[in-house]
């Protein structure tokens, strides 16, 4: 069973950032595709970046386009989500993500999941 445990979330005032974290416990970490996702208040879970197993790939969602930074590190079985330029409107939970084989944006193609990490932009 894989399990992944996100951090680094917390309140930030607009423009300010954070990086999230994410750490797996999974020997076959180097070779699943991660994804962070949020989930705002009375709202669905959304893709927000993705990136292949070895780090050479990524894509993102057009609103943090620019502004976030998807990484990981397999030496330490940790994934990141470096967010600058934070706005209001990226105030939600936080969900770290991990699937066999290629990355993707549908939630639905995830295996495993995190417990989330609140992120919370004041203006």
């Known amino acids: 069973q894989v399990q992944l445990v996100e951090s680094g979330g917390g309140l930030v005032q607009t423009g300010g950032s954070l990086r999230l974290s994410c750490a797996a416990s999974?020997?076959?970490?180097?070779?699943?595709?991660m994804g962070w996702f949020r989930q705002a208040p009375g709202k669905e879970r959304e893709f927000v970046a993705t990136i292949n197993w070895g780090g050479t790939a990524t894509v993102y969602a057009s609103f943090v386009r620019g502004r976030f930074t998807i990484s990981r590190d397999n030496a330490r079985s940790t994934v990141y989500l470096q967010m600058n330029n934070l706005k209001p409107d990226d105030t939600a939970v936080y969900y770290c993500?991990?699937?066999?084989?290629?990355?993707?944006?549908?939630?639905?193609?995830?295996?495993?999941w995190g417990q989330g990490t609140q992120v919370t932009v004041s203006s």
């Open positions: 993500a991990g699937r066999a084989g290629l990355f993707a944006t549908n939630k639905d193609k995830y295996n495993y």
């Open positions: 999974t020997p076959t970490f180097s070779s699943t595709a």
